[in-house]
């Protein structure tokens, strides 16, 4: 997942590039780094793509490992050209400085044995998990 903030396009950090056609709002990509990338590790994923980021000027990182018992969401920030892990608040939730939000990952098994990852938004540790302000971002892992 990619994040862009739109102060970050209005301040000129990024920016719109047009396509061959010139139609108006028609664009093919956005010239820059994007705020924060969401990553999902996988076995052949793992640190490497972590220096190509960096080196791009990437300035927020979020790394999902849920390979093993004990899943992980790490939020990064660059600083001076290298990562630094934010550290966790309780309860597992993470404050992402760039977005200015806690979020942490949840798993739950489904009625057919496979996961169910939820990524909750909210205000962080002294929030009810219960909490209808929570916003939250569903998907599914499949295990065979």
Do not use: C
């Amino acid at each position: 997942m990619v994040v862009v903030l739109w102060q970050s396009l209005q301040s000129g950090r990024l920016r719109y590039l047009p396509a061959a056609s010139q139609e108006p709002d028609r664009y093919v990509e956005i010239e820059g780094p994007p705020d924060v990338v969401v990553e999902i590790v996988s076995d052949s994923s793992i640190g490497k793509d972590t220096p190509i980021y960096a080196r791009a000027g990437l300035p927020e990182l979020w790394l999902e490992d849920v390979r093993k018992e004990r899943m992980r969401l790490d939020i990064h920030t660059l600083r001076e050209g290298r990562y630094e892990v934010v550290e966790p608040e309780s309860a597992g939730w993470r404050r992402s400085p760039r977005l200015e939000q806690a979020f942490r990952l949840v798993r739950r098994k489904t009625p057919i044995g496979s996961w169910s990852y939820r990524l909750e938004q909210g205000e962080g540790p002294s929030q009810d998990a219960s909490d209808e302000n929570a916003q939250q971002g569903e998907f599914s892992q499949v295990k065979f």
